[in-house]
Nanobody
Framework: QVQLVESGGGSVQPGGSLRLSCTAS????????IGWFRQAPGKEREGVSC???????TYADPVEGRFTISRDNSKNTVYLEMNSLTSEDTGVYYC??????????????????????WGQGTQVTVSS
């Protein structure tokens, strides 16, 4: 059973930064497409960022220029670096994975229906 685990969430003031991590047991993230999603209170889950198996990175417009997705294959971890956080970034953040060689799977933004495995989520709260 593929299991994804997110960590790194927490409470931060507006303008602050957080780095989320997505790790996995029993499989190697390097060989999967990884997407980050978030769900704000009262809203639907939305795609935030994605990194394909070939390294293509995409970002949703609200986070473009502030968030960075990256892989550390030596640690079997995918990160989401989040800077200049605002209250609009508050929500539960999920990582998801799928094995797919399609170079366009992350474009224009990740969508839930494309991903097979999901983590339990980590809470991010941006508040003064």
């Amino acid at each position: 059973q593929v299991q994804l685990v997110e960590s790194g969430g927490g409470s931060v003031q507006p303008g602050g930064s957080l780095r989320l991590s997505c790790t996995a047991s029993q499989f190697t993230l390097q060989y999967f497409v990884i997407g980050w999603f978030r769900q704000a209170p009262g809203k639907e889950r939305e795609g935030v960022s994605c990194i394909s198996m070939t390294g293509v990175r995409t970002y949703a417009d609200p986070v473009e220029g502030r968030f960075t997705i990256s892989r550390d294959n030596s640690k079997n971890t995918v990160y989401l670096e989040m800077n200049s956080l605002t209250s609009e970034d508050t929500g539960v953040y999920y990582c998801a994975a799928v094995w797919d060689l399609n170079a366009n799977i992350c474009t224009p933004v990740p969508t839930e229906d494309r991903f097979q495995y999901w983590g339990q989520g980590t809470q991010v709260t941006v508040s003064s």
